[in-house]
């Protein structure tokens, strides 16, 4: 690492203030549960630490630790439906709150690389994803958008479109579903 070049110089030490909130609504958006997001940017940190000597400056810090985090979200997505990954996913079914229907997974130690190929699959991936959010009932996806894109509370979603929040939780429960159900057909089953 040249440390007198400032732009191929990073700082670990900042990327918690700096970048957390960022990687966490990055992730969010893509895979739907708050404990997942939060595992997977505090995998691509540690990733980042143990791969900063190959920063080469030629991107910002934060666009850096982005394409890290794109590689962990595809990981997560490949290591859930793979055979392996399927055998240690489990449903967690709440009656109401938060995690209602989330997928809670072991997660494990993953590698991280970068090249070409892997950007380009991480664009597609981000892109079926925008289509199946898009593909949902207007309804569903306006809550599903609100609760987990721009983070609305439950309360404040609730007052605006005049639902009850049980009714919130199963908008957001079957929006949840058919997203599932969207990418296993259109991207896992290619």
Known sequence: MNLTNPSNTLSPD????????????????????????????????FAGLKSAKNFEGKSTERTWLVSILKRKIIDYYRKINSKKGQAEVRMSFYDSGENEGNWIEERVPQTWGND?????????????????????????????????IQQ???????????????????????????????????????
């Open 14 to 45: 900042k990327w918690v203030d700096n970048y957390a909130d960022y990687l966490f609504n990055y992730a969010i958006v893509r895979v739907n549960n708050s404990n997942v997001a939060k595992d997977l940017v505090q995998e691509t940190f």
């Open 116 to 148: 070409a190929d892997k950007d380009i699959e991480n664009e597609e991936l981000k892109n079926q994803l925008d289509e199946c959010i898009d593909n949902l009932p207007e309804k569903y996806a306006m809550v599903f958008k609100m609760k987990t």
């Open 152 to 190: 609305f509370e439950t309360e404040d979603i609730c007052k605006e479109l005049n639902i009850s929040p049980s009714n919130l939780w199963v908008i957001i429960h079957r929006a949840r579903t058919q997203l599932r159900g969207c990418m296993e057909k259109n991207w896992f089953n290619k």
